[in-house]
């Protein structure tokens, strides 16, 4: 399978306001939703159809419909920053969460929620997080839905880093990744450069809090 880096006028733009430092919150969450629409656009190109018959107010006529709505799972907190035009544009698709952070000294994901439809075992799943770092949130994600007898995963991010495409790639080389930005690579801290810095943290507000 492939990575697909979504090559669109509109989304590098909206992705170079995005990364900009100086970009408040309420934008941030803006863009984020409108890039996210676009991406949903590209990410569902290949869906199957079925023939249907509908009725219009004319006559009666052939059209097509979706064959199964995919289930979209979200990798929190991150995740739920991209899930809404998703869940706006496939509104039939169930939704199925998975709560990791990584730790910040070792980098590993530390998982504290799970919740998947039972439909995911024969759908489709757009697994979806804004970010692939060194890849361990999305490997993690991956096996343990894999784990659970998921057959058809295809990963959503916004801003990929090669290192971790290519830990994507290396164990699971049947995976699609559809992203839309492919930066430069990490930093000694496992962010991605340029990148936006933490996601979560700009999409919820909490760059500056320490927890309570
Ligand atoms: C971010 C992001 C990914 C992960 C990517 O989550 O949303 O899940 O980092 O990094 P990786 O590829 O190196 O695993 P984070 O751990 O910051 O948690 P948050 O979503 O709660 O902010
Ligand atoms: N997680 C983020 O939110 N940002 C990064 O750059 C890497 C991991």
Known sequence: ??????????????MSLLRDSKRKMPEFKMLLDEIGFLMVYEVTKDLELQDTVIETPICVSKAQKLKSHPILVTILRAGLGLLDPFMKLMPNSKVGFLGMDRDEVTLKPRSYYDKIPMQALENKVLLIDPMLATGGSALNAIDFLMGKGVKDITFICLVAAPE????????????DIYAAALDEKLNDK?????GLGDAGDRIFGTE???NL
Not at 1 to 14: A, G, Q, S, V, Y
Not at 164 to 175: C, L, R, S
Not at 190 to 194: A, E, L, R, T
């Open 190 to 194: 496992g962010y991605i450069v340029p």
């Open 1 to 14: 399978m492939k990575t697909h880096i979504l090559n669109h006028p509109l989304i590098d733009h909206k």
């Open 164 to 175: 971790g495409i290519k830990a994507v790639h290396e164990k699971y080389p049947q995976i």
């Open 208 to 210: 500056d809090n320490e």
